[in-house]
């Protein structure tokens, strides 16, 4: 018996993975906030909280937070997820051939017109995920069920328009240099303890209400998107457990694809810290971010500042979010 709680602890906190967590029950959160919240933890967000992380603000230093969007660009295709697209619509000279204005050779020739287009998948690129992207047995967050809203033109409830502008306290958590490495192994999951630890380091402390972002180093990578594509290291169930229930952050991020590490921990679920998260605690995230330069020049306390795109009924949105460095508590 001795060896066998040995056994489950060491999986537990070794790679976050426990015969308890394969057989517990995993069911949608109902929100404390009432029957209709589609906000979840967001609703930690006040004016009075906004107002004082933004008097904290020391340097007119703006820190942006997220990648390029460009032709090739890393994303799930594998599931097929349609990639990133853009075409011009109209050229300089094109205009002159075509002539679409009807306005005739030499207005357009001295008037030039660029016009493009795109078409992408909403999680690509630093995004952030709604309470509908992932659910649990028919549900999504505070019981709102595909049958009910989920209509030919997207979700009824939680949708990316219900996203507000976000602004809170910002910490960065550096576990890739918190280890003296490059970047995390392949697959590597994060841990509660690698996360004190990197916070130790640090010398910051976590509060309620936090934005708390976490760095593997996958960004440097983001080109090259074969070897971007293979590692998928990220946090463990059993570290988002620690953040949200024991720490109580708003809003988590991080500067992988898949925010959780792949394979899965669970072999009863797939994504366990997505359905966790959203749709049990109600607690949305950012995935693809660009954190190096923060974590270049130690900046693990700022005033994060973010708002994304209000796509009608959308289980995601492309956001730009930015840091600017606050005065430590």
């Given at each position: 018996?001795?060896k066998?709680?040995?056994?489950?602890?060491?999986?537990?906190f070794q790679?976050?993975?426990?015969?308890a967590?394969?057989?517990s029950e995993?069911?949608?959160?109902?929100?404390?906030w009432?029957?209709?919240?589609e906000l979840?933890t967001?609703n930690?967000?006040?004016?009075?909280?906004?107002l004082?992380?933004?008097?904290?603000?020391?340097?007119?230093?703006?820190?942006d937070?997220?990648v390029?969007?460009?032709?090739g660009?890393?994303?799930?295709?594998?599931?097929?997820?349609?990639p990133?697209?853009?075409?011009?619509?109209?050229?300089?000279?094109?205009?002159?051939?075509?002539?679409?204005n009807?306005?005739g050779e030499?207005?357009?020739?001295?008037?030039?017109?660029?016009?493009?287009?795109?078409?992408?998948?909403?999680?690509?690129?630093t995004?952030?995920?709604?309470?509908n992207?992932f659910?649990l047995?028919?549900?999504?967050?505070?019981?709102?069920?595909?049958?009910k809203h989920?209509?030919?033109?997207g979700?009824?409830?939680?949708g990316?328009e219900?996203?507000?502008p976000?602004?809170?306290?910002?910490?960065?958590i550096d576990?890739?240099?918190?280890?003296?490495?490059e970047r995390l192994?392949a697959?590597?999951r994060?841990s509660?303890?690698?996360?004190?630890e990197?916070?130790?380091?640090?010398?910051v402390e976590?509060?309620?209400?936090?934005?708390v972002?976490i760095?593997?180093?996958?960004?440097?990578?983001?080109?090259?998107?074969?070897?971007?594509?293979?590692e998928?290291?990220?946090i463990?169930?059993?570290?988002?457990k620690?953040?949200?229930?024991?720490?109580?952050i708003?809003?988590?991020?991080?500067?992988?694809?898949?925010?959780?590490a792949f394979?899965?921990?669970?072999?009863?679920?797939w994504v366990?810290?997505?359905?966790y998260?959203l749709?049990?605690?109600?607690v949305?995230?950012?995935e693809?971010?660009?954190?190096e330069s923060?974590?270049?020049?130690?900046?693990?306390?700022?005033a994060?500042?973010?708002?994304?795109?209000?796509?009608?009924?959308?289980?995601?949105?492309?956001?730009?979010p930015?840091?600017?460095?606050?005065?430590?508590?």
């Open positions: 018996m001795k066998l709680m040995l056994l489950s602890y060491f999986l537990t790679t976050g993975w426990s015969l967590q394969e057989i995993e069911k949608v959160g109902k929100s404390p009432g029957p209709d919240d979840g967001l930690l967000m006040t004016e009075q909280t906004r004082q992380v933004l008097s904290k603000i020391n340097s007119g230093k703006v820190y937070l997220s390029e969007y460009f032709v660009m890393p994303s799930f295709h594998a599931l097929g997820d349609p990133y697209q853009f075409w011009m619509t109209h050229t300089p000279h094109g205009t002159v051939v075509d002539n679409p009807k306005l030499s207005m357009n020739a001295k008037v030039s017109y660029t016009g493009d287009a795109i078409s992408m998948y909403t999680h690509m690129g995004h952030i995920d709604a309470l992207h659910g047995n028919g549900e999504i967050w505070n019981g709102f069920s595909a049958e989920l209509g030919d033109k979700w009824k409830k939680t990316a219900t996203i507000p976000i602004i809170g306290r910002g910490v960065l576990i890739v240099s918190s280890k003296g490495l192994p697959n590597y994060i509660s303890l690698d996360l004190m990197a916070l130790s380091k640090q010398n976590l509060k309620s209400g936090d934005i972002l760095r593997t180093g996958q960004a440097r990578f983001y080109t090259n998107s074969d070897h971007y594509l293979d998928y290291p990220g463990s169930l059993e570290a988002a620690w953040l949200v229930e024991e720490k109580g708003m809003l988590l991020g991080a500067d992988n694809l898949s925010f959780e394979p899965p921990e669970r072999n009863d679920n366990p810290v997505h359905t998260l749709a049990e605690k109600g949305m995230f950012l693809q971010m660009n954190l923060l974590a270049e020049d130690k900046v693990y306390e700022f994060f500042i973010g708002s994304s795109l209000k796509l009608k009924g959308a289980s995601g949105s492309p956001i730009r930015i840091a600017l460095p606050i005065e430590s508590d």
